[in-house]
């Protein structure tokens, strides 16, 4: 799809894709485990509409049980949880989403950056790492490289691995492929797709070239190549 000749069949599926506010601000966070369970535990129920009662009807669980553990007083056995979690209907990890956790960032001056060779890389692509954060909340790894091209430099427009890559190019000119598509990539232009079909630069038109290339995959699977 081209955003900037959206048909009137493409603009619903474009503006439910821009649906999610970054500006909202999340709940805080609880940095008591007891209390943060507890929280979720009388938010589920309530939305619900169920009482306390119904809820104990339904786990086998005592009411003073129940009191103390959405009060925050008592740690819950794992059992405890899964019986919960199965009366209101959410998932056990459901429970922990308050509870204050570690949120990483990576900073990279100009010029810095990690020098590597990625499996797949082609003679005379030079990648530089910009930042990696591993086992991060969203269950998404993302890889933020800056690529330079040079007359050393191989064409190679068969890169192929999962997930979605884009690009953004900063110095000279590219023709790039993706599939059976070829797009001239100048500074400021950027390009945005499936890196499961083969793609790579098909023709160095004026060097040196450099652009952003960010990469993200389900952080369940194995490395890119």
Do not use: C, W
């Not at 819950?76 to 429970?95: D, E």
């Not at 060779?117 to 990696?132: I, N, V």
């Amino acid at each position: 799809m081209d955003i900037g000749r959206t048909t009137d069949d493409e603009r619903p599926a474009l503006k439910a894709a821009f649906s999610q506010d970054p500006h909202a601000l999340r709940e805080p966070k609880e940095n008591n485990l007891e209390i943060a369970i507890g929280h979720e535990v009388r938010a589920f129920r309530k939305k619900l509409g169920i009482t306390v009662t119904d809820l104990a009807t339904a786990t086998g669980i005592s009411l003073g049980m129940l009191s103390k553990i959405e009060n925050g007083n008592i740690s819950p056995s794992l059992t405890t949880l899964q019986s919960l979690s199965r009366a209101l209907g959410v998932p056990v990890t459901a429970f922990f989403r308050r509870y204050e956790e570690v949120r990483n960032a990576v900073f990279v001056k100009a010029g810095e950056g990690v020098e590597l060779e990625r499996r797949g890389t082609r003679a005379g692509h030079q990648y530089k790492l910009l930042g990696h954060i591993d086992n991060n909340t969203s269950g998404v790894i993302v890889e933020p490289y800056l690529i330079t091209l040079t007359a050393d430099s191989d064409t190679f427009p068969a890169f192929q691995h999962e997930g979605m890559e884009f690009l953004y190019m900063l110095e000279g000119e590219v023709v790039y492929r993706h599939g059976d598509r070829l797009f001239t990539m100048q500074p400021g232009d950027s390009l945005f797709f499936d890196a499961d079909a083969r793609h790579g630069p098909e023709q160095l038109v004026k060097l040196p070239i450099r652009y952003l290339s960010i990469i993200s995959y389900p952080q369940t699977r194995g490395a890119i190549s």
